[in-house]
């Protein structure tokens, strides 16, 4: 796992009301094919099976070819709990017998307000607490030395956070992308042994 960063002239990018969070992580997992891979990634209906607690629920919208857009709703808790439902289309490529990967853009993510309760609905987009507004994940595959090489890169944005709420919601919006993405991976080479 690497957390990157990006500076424009060795200076630090400045996002008005936003941060940016980048990371970067790789799984190799022994036995397992490319096809296997693929087949897990693309399996969305049952990604909430998968991936939970981190996922709660998932499903497939449509699917044209390579291309799938699907939803999925986050739940996230630390000190304080979020659910957010999103949706997403992913774009997927095969490079030869050997090599895959994806493109996956966020279409829309949206606050859940009172999850679980005849009082839930939907936060108006944009009008939240902020902690997920854009996401982006780029998935490698690699099948070599008896295995796979299953690699991840994310890029999400969040609201930057007020000085007077960085000490209780600090390290939920801060630590939850790399721990999302350790899980995934960690998760993903569980499924696919």
Not at 94 to 110: G, H, M, N, Q, Y
Not at 114 to 142: A, C, I, M
Request: proline share 5%; hydrophobic share 40%.
């Amino acid at each position: 796992m690497d957390r990157i960063v990006v500076r424009d002239g060795g200076k630090e990018i400045d996002i008005p009301d936003g941060v940016v969070h980048h990371w970067l992580g790789t799984v190799f997992v022994p036995g397992a094919t490319v096809d296997k891979a693929l087949a897990l990634l693309q399996a969305y209906y049952r990604h909430a099976d998968i991936y939970k607690p981190a996922i709660a629920r998932s499903r497939l919208l449509a699917r044209d070819g390579d291309t799938f857009r699907f939803f999925l709703r986050f739940y996230a808790k630390k000190v304080i709990t979020v659910v957010l439902n999103s949706e997403h289309e992913a774009r997927f490529t095969r490079e030869d017998a050997t090599r895959a990967s994806s493109r996956i853009v966020s279409t829309r993510i949206a606050e859940v307000e009172d999850p679980g309760t005849p009082q839930e609905h939907e936060k108006p987009v944009g009008n939240d607490g902020g902690f997920l507004w854009r996401l982006n994940s780029y998935w490698r595959v690699v099948e070599r030395d008896g295995g796979v090489y299953v690699q991840c890169e994310t890029l999400s944005l969040t609201r930057s956070i007020p000085v007077g709420l960085k000490w209780i919601v600090g390290p939920f919006v801060t630590s939850v992308p790399r721990e999302l993405l350790s899980f995934t991976l960690v998760t993903s080479r569980t499924a696919l042994r």
